[in-house]
């Protein structure tokens, strides 16, 4: 039963006195964590770690023989080396004064290339200054005698220490499923740069759908649509590739109750998909984003209510409902619905203001499966109702 939002809302959305410009491009999602808790259970024997004490001079050796991927731009998008040199003496201070370091982690499934979920800064100082060797030691506070020095330059004694200092790591073991990796990825990450959930399935689903993925975030229909809004950095622009491509592909009706699961089952659905297929889901995407911008120009995607001279930002749930469901119309279906693009526009309009249901499952929880379909169904229902008038 539709029922009428708020007035003080739909107020406070039309007379905010900030520009467009000062608004974030993109809305920020509301996420309520009680529900995710209850609807991601897994089971924790599926959780394989194995926790090891090595020496350092085992890291060493790997950071030496390129095992132990150390570019993570390429898989993250996280830079490595963000320390100052004083930061990086310190650290290899604190192994020279035996201070237990953090533990490290990383995804050991292939067993030649692992991944470094946290500690990465931690072992670009040990890079720097074991296997480079063009780390100075710099400000010292308690081994002042040392500033300056490589590590060439130190005694025999103070050398083993650091190669012989036992370290802690945790290694993510082959046959983890995907989604309990995700969740591992999710909660051990603890660097200065927490990864978003886009960034860790671009990690674990690299090679054709990591491609794919990046290929749909740049593509110019997309661009043009969203006015250039969406960022590129912290892969947002693949979060939102992402959300189509999982409703496009298995379908809202088929949605289950988590959506990190959804997205990442569509990144491995990639894997065997053929040239065709592939060309088709981009052909319909780009479709869909020219559909919107006809539609919608500048407004495409945004929680357009009333006549406000304030541009809304993007909504990430708006845009998953309307881009997969223009994407599965064909090409008449899209032609029709261009020509009624007013009406299209103005229900649409209609609905936000009216439809307190549609409305909050655009806006908060937006993974709820009653959400999901909610705003699914309405769009789908929508342009059915335009198309065939």
């Not at 007035?7 to 999602?29: A, F, G, H, T, Y």
């Not at 499966?369 to 929508?382: A, W």
Request: aromatic share 10%.
């Amino acid at each position: 039963m539709e029922e009428n939002i708020d007035p003080k809302l739909i107020n406070l959305l039309n007379n905010s006195d900030m520009s467009s410009e000062e608004q974030e491009p993109v809305e920020e999602e509301i996420i309520d964590d009680t529900i995710l808790l209850m609807e991601k259970p897994f089971d924790p024997t599926k959780i394989n770690i194995e926790t090891k004490t090595p020496s350092l001079d085992t890291l060493i050796k790997r950071i030496q023989y390129k095992s132990i991927q150390m570019n993570t731009e390429s898989y993250f998008q996280r830079q490595d080396d963000l320390w100052d040199n004083v930061k990086q003496s310190r650290l290899i201070e604190s192994i020279l004064i035996r201070f237990p370091l953090p533990a490290f982690f990383f995804d050991s499934t292939d067993d030649n290339e692992w991944l470094v979920v946290d500690g990465l800064q931690r072992l670009s100082s040990i890079r720097n200054f074991c296997v480079e060797k063009k780390l100075k030691l710099t400000n010292l506070e308690f081994l002042s005698h040392l500033n300056g020095k490589t590590f060439d330059e130190l005694s025999g004694d103070l050398q083993r220490i650091i190669e012989e200092s036992q370290v802690v790591i945790y290694k993510i073991m082959p046959g983890t499923p995907t989604d309990v990796k995700f969740n591992i990825f999710k909660r051990i990450n603890t660097g200065g740069l927490v990864l978003e959930s886009q960034e860790i399935r671009h990690a674990l689903f690299q090679g054709k759908p990591a491609v794919f993925i990046a290929e749909l975030g740049k593509n110019t229909d997309f661009l043009k649509a969203t006015y250039g809004k969406i960022k590129t950095n912290r892969m947002l622009d693949r979060d939102f590739a992402n959300r189509f491509l999982c409703f496009y592909l298995f379908g809202y009706e088929n949605y289950s109750s988590d959506l990190d699961t959804f997205m990442s089952k569509a990144m491995a659905g990639i894997y065997d998909k053929s040239d065709d297929e592939l060309n088709k889901i981009k052909y319909d995407f780009s479709e869909a984003m020219k559909l919107a911008h006809n539609i919608f120009e500048i407004g495409a995607f945004r929680k357009n209510i009333g006549n406000n001279n304030r541009l809304p930002p993007i909504n990430k749930a708006l845009f998953d409902a309307i881009s997969t469901q223009f994407a599965v119309l064909n090409d008449e279906q899209r032609d029709k619905l261009n020509l009624k693009k007013e009406d299209f526009k103005n229900e649409l309009k209609n609905i936000l203001a009216s439809d307190s249901l549609f409305f909050t499952s655009i806006s908060s929880s937006t993974g709820d499966k009653n959400r999901v379909y909610k705003r699914h169904h309405t769009i789908e229902k929508l342009i059915q109702k335009i198309i065939s008038a």
